[in-house]
């Protein structure tokens, strides 16, 4: 089946910072998914993007799909993008392990 | 817009014990509809999924089942809790048209149901 890594597994930052989160994935997908899971447990969409670029704030994802990739760039974070980023694949969502993010005031 | 509800938000329940969760979705048409498991700090786990109503594909053998009485009610049931069954569980939804349309296979979820088994 279809492998799903994520990394890196953990990331502290300052408040302000840019990050990069990374997805890889096995075999061509033509469906994958970003999310944030908030402290208290709810996943929250953020991206559908099976390929190209998209943005929505401070947010922004891209998916090269040909090289079994995908990118969530978060820029001047803030303390409410702390939480569990994970990314899933495929029609019945194959899942990342998850990078946890942790935004420091 | 769809919604999607379910209940109870917190549970805890001795070993032993029968388990039935609830998932309904508002807004939306024979949805693909989703039960997911989460252990803590890890990853989501597939449990069940259901393209219509009584049509119950299982991910992983164990002892829970689910069943989809109505075409936006999923259920999620055990007839005996193990230690091992305490997680977070997440139910979720497709909207089947979105594939058609190629839209996508976008998946929503709802707010979960934190079960401890004691």
Redesign the interface.
């Known amino acids: 089946g279809i492998q799903v890594e994520q990394s890196p597994p953990d990331l502290i930052l300052q408040e302000g910072a840019n990050s990069t989160l990374r997805c890889n994935f096995s075999d061509s997908v033509?469906?994958l998914?970003w999310?944030h899971q908030n402290p208290w447990?709810?996943?929250i969409?953020l991206f559908?993007i099976?390929s190209g670029t998209k943005q929505n704030g401070r947010l922004s994802a891209t998916t090269v799909a040909t090289e079994r990739y995908s990118l969530l760039y978060i820029s001047s974070s803030q303390t409410t993008d702390s939480g569990v980023y994970?990314c899933?694949v495929g029609?019945?969502?194959i899942?990342?392990?998850?990078t946890k993010l942790i935004i420091k005031p | 817009s769809q919604t999607i509800h379910q209940w109870p938000a917190t549970l805890v329940q001795p070993v032993g014990s029968p388990l039935s969760l609830e998932c309904t979705v508002e807004g939306t048409s024979n949805p693909n509809l989703y039960w997911y498991r989460q252990a803590a700090g890890r990853g989501l786990q597939l449990l069940f999924y259901s393209v219509g109503i009584g049509q119950i594909s299982s991910e992983v053998p164990q002892n829970l089942s689910a069943s989809r009485p109505q075409d936006r009610q999923f259920i999620l049931s055990s007839k005996k809790l193990l230690l091992s069954d305490s997680g977070f569980y997440l139910c979720a939804w497709m909207d089947l048209r979105g594939i058609y349309r190629l839209i996508g296979n976008e998946q929503f979820f709802g707010p979960g149901t934190r079960l401890t088994v004691l």
């Open positions: 033509n469906n998914q999310f447990g709810q996943l969409n559908y099976p994970f899933a029609y019945q969502l899942w990342g392990a998850g």
